[in-house]
């Protein structure tokens, strides 16, 4: 079993940035492909980016090229830059820690892109 806690969001003015940070807890990290994944409000969740145990992003092609996933596995975290951020990008960021057929989800932390 895997305990994900997301943290880093808040309000940030539009062309601002934000790193959100996962930090996971109860299993050994390094063997998860991790994602995060984020909701807006009457939106459907939607895929941002995932990295894979060896390190290979994926990211969703809408971003183009703003966000930055990263993982740090001595530090059981996984990071996600946002860069030029948009009022499009507000929603709940959630984080997930996938390894076959299992999947952890956390909480969430909530961006708000506003002027």
């Known amino acids: 079993q895997v305990q994900l806690v997301e943290s880093g969001g808040g309000l940030v003015q539009p062309g601002g940035s934000l790193r959100l940070s996962c930090s996971a807890s109860g299993s050994i990290f390094s063997i998860y492909t991790m994602g995060w994944y984020r909701q807006a409000p009457g939106k459907q969740r939607e895929f941002v980016a995932s990295?894979?145990?060896?390190?290979?992003?994926n990211y969703a092609a809408s971003l183009e090229g703003r966000f930055t996933i990263t993982r740090d596995n001595a530090k059981n975290t996984v990071y996600l830059q946002m860069n030029n951020l948009k009022p499009e990008d507000t929603g709940v960021y959630l984080c997930?820690?996938?390894?076959?057929?299992?999947?952890?989800w956390g909480q969430g932390t909530q961006v708000t892109v506003s002027s």
């Open positions: 990295i894979t145990t060896d390190g290979s992003a």
């Open positions: 997930n820690a996938r390894r076959g057929f299992a999947l952890h």
